[in-house]
């Protein structure tokens, strides 16, 4: 599976960004896709995510904030961004889940840089 990320860029505070993700290759079967985020100095955190079901998950610190859509059977996610603030600002990474043969899988995308300015 490749993941190939898009959007982000440099925004004020209080504004809006878009991110999407194309998945390719082998995309049969994924059970989520959505986006990580790292900020320097800090660990890998998810930003939020969906599964096929359509079920999603948000990091509470987005929540009212972001939207996520896409993902279930199409190949493409995207994470809408609102009211952004400078504390989100870090590189933002696409990732993608696949239970398959007892075990887990993850593949993850080139990160897109996201930097919010006060």
């Known amino acids: 599976v490749q993941l190939q990320a898009s959007g982000g860029g440099l925004v004020q505070a209080g504004g809006s960004l878009a991110l999407s993700c194309v998945a390719s290759?082998?995309?049969?079967?994924?059970?989520?896709m959505g986006w990580y985020r790292q900020a320097p100095g800090k660990p890998r955190e998810l930003v939020a995510d969906?599964?096929?079901?359509?079920?999603?998950t948000y990091a509470d610190s987005v929540k009212g904030r972001f939207t996520i859509s896409g993902g279930n059977v199409e190949n493409t996610v995207y994470l809408h961004m609102n009211a952004l603030k400078p504390e989100d600002t870090a590189l933002y990474y696409c990732?993608?889940?696949?239970?398959?043969?007892?075990?887990?899988?993850?593949?993850w995308g080139q990160g897109t840089q996201v930097t919010v300015s006060s």
């Open positions: 969906v599964t096929s079901g359509g079920t999603t």
């Open positions: 990732h993608a889940h696949r239970v398959a043969g007892g075990g887990d899988y993850y593949y």
């Open positions: 290759g082998n995309i049969f079967g994924l059970n989520d």
